[in-house]
């Protein structure tokens, strides 16, 4: 019982380091690429609440929304919780990009914490191009 949890948390954390290795490469093939018709309004300063970026959250939850819904389903727990650590990437994607990079939704805490800075840092540079190309940084929740 106790090696099950260990290893359904395991696939949980693996889950979500594989999904910054899709969202960086999605972030810069895709939304770089032949998405930037919705990836460059990220790239503006905001006029709304929201943009038309938002549209690749919405996407992205699929496959979390899907394999949890299966895992459940089917009783199949390691599809659930490839499903959850997809669920997390996206939770913890909301909270540092979203909120602590952008300050989206009127959340403007100032966190002290350096690998919060370094990840704004990061990302604030990533917003330095105003275009598609030349842009550097394309992690969420990672940063170099």
Request: glycine share 6%; proline share 1%; charged share 15%.
């Amino acid at each position: 019982m106790i090696l099950d949890f260990l290893y359904y948390t395991s696939i949980v954390f693996l889950s979500i380091i594989f999904m910054e290795i899709v969202a960086i490469f999605t972030h810069k093939y895709i939304m770089h690429g032949i998405g930037w018709v919705f990836h460059e309004s990220h790239h503006r300063k905001r006029q709304n609440l929201f943009e038309l970026n938002d549209i690749y959250f919405i996407f992205f939850s699929l496959p979390s929304i899907f394999s949890i819904i299966w895992g459940l389903l089917h009783s199949n727990f390691l599809v659930l919780s490839i499903g959850i650590g997809i669920m997390f990437y996206g939770m913890i994607y909301i909270f540092l990009h979203d909120l602590v990079v952008h300050g989206r939704f009127g959340f403007n805490k100032k966190f002290s914490n350096s690998y919060f800075a370094k990840i704004k840092k990061a990302h604030m540079k990533h917003h330095t191009t105003k275009s598609k190309d030349g842009a550097t940084n394309f992690g969420f929740i990672s940063y170099r």
